[in-house]
């Protein structure tokens, strides 16, 4: 099993920063890809960006392009999401996930990941 540990959540005005990290425990020698996906109050959960482990390749939704930024340690067992120019839209509990490889490899789709943490909000005001 792994267990994921996400913090750095927080109050934030719009065009603020956030840095968000995700701390995985237990079997990380399983983990194939991280990725945060967030869940607004009466809506889905979406992705937003997700890195694999080798070769550190990331991959973003649209909506945060060129905003948002995830990246892992040496060990690659914390990931981060740094967020910047921050927009009232981006409120929502962002979640931490790990895929382990064992089906679907779609990086958007939440049935890719085996494990989630438990989530931490982010509130934008404008």
């Known amino acids: 099993q792994v267990q994921l540990v996400e913090s750095g959540g927080g109050l934030v005005q719009a065009g603020g920063s956030l840095r968000l990290s995700c701390a995985a425990s237990g079997r990380t020698f399983s983990i194939y890809k991280m990725a945060w996906f967030r869940q607004a109050p009466g809506k889905e959960r979406d992705f937003v960006a997700s890195?694999?482990?080798?070769?550190?390749?990331?991959y973003y939704a649209d909506s945060v392009k060129g905003r948002f930024t995830i990246s892992s340690n040496n060990a690659k067992t914390t990931v981060y999401l740094q967020m910047n120019n921050l927009k009232p839209e981006d409120t929502a509990v962002y979640y931490c996930a790990v895929d382990q490889a064992r089906g679907s490899s779609t990086s958007y789709r939440e049935v890719t990941y085996d494990y989630w943490g438990r989530g931490t909000q982010v509130t934008v005001s404008s």
């Open positions: 890195i694999k482990r080798s070769g550190g390749s990331t």
